[in-house]
DNA sequence: GCCTTGACGGGTG
DNA sequence: ACACCCGCCAAGG
């Protein structure tokens, strides 16, 4: 009867909860990976992040175009089918990129952690 | 089974 | 202000 209730985020869930942070990801608004750590309860995880987005690159669910490190720099563009995938879909959805440079990245920056208060 | 790497972040020198 | 180092957690070799 008891279901083993995870007071502790599994690591198996650990990544599909990172999944559906990034799924809800707005348009036009990006993320960092210490950001999604933090929400997930490390904040000192985002390595963990990126391991996850990892496993997430296939998939088309997980934009992961809109996760940048914490100073909207496009790190991850590499990982893309092409170096310039990301910023060209990011441009696409409004974002302004210089140099795999997010502009204005305080105003496109979407913080999971402030939605779940507003849920709250 | 131990060591190294990894799409990061923050602190210290 | 820039560069280097350590820390976190998990997976691959």
């Known amino acids: ?5 995870t007071k ?9 909860l990172v999944y559906q942070v990034v799924r809800l990801i707005p348009k036009g608004r990006v993320t960092s990976y210490g950001l999604i750590g933090q929400y997930l309860g490390s904040k000192k995880s985002a390595r963990m992040v990126g391991w996850a987005m990892n496993n997430a690159h296939g998939l088309a669910d ?11 720099l496009l790190t991850g563009k590499a990982f893309f089918e092409t170096p310039t995938q990301m910023q060209e879909l ?14 204005d990245f305080d105003k496109v920056c979407w913080n999971p952690i402030e939605l779940n208060e507003e849920l709250v």
């Not at 009867?1 to 209730?5: A, F, L, P, R, T």
């Not at 502790?8 to 599909?16: G, L, M, P, V, Y």
């Not at 990011?90 to 502009?103: A, F, R, T, V, Y």
């Open 1 to 5: 009867m008891q279901e083993k209730e």
């Open 8 to 16: 502790k985020f599994d690591k198996q869930n650990f990544f599909e």
């Open 90 to 103: 990011l441009e696409s959805e409004g974002i302004i990129i210089k140099k795999d440079q997010i502009q």
């Open 62 to 72: 997980v934009p992961a175009h809109r996760v940048v490190n914490s100073v909207g």
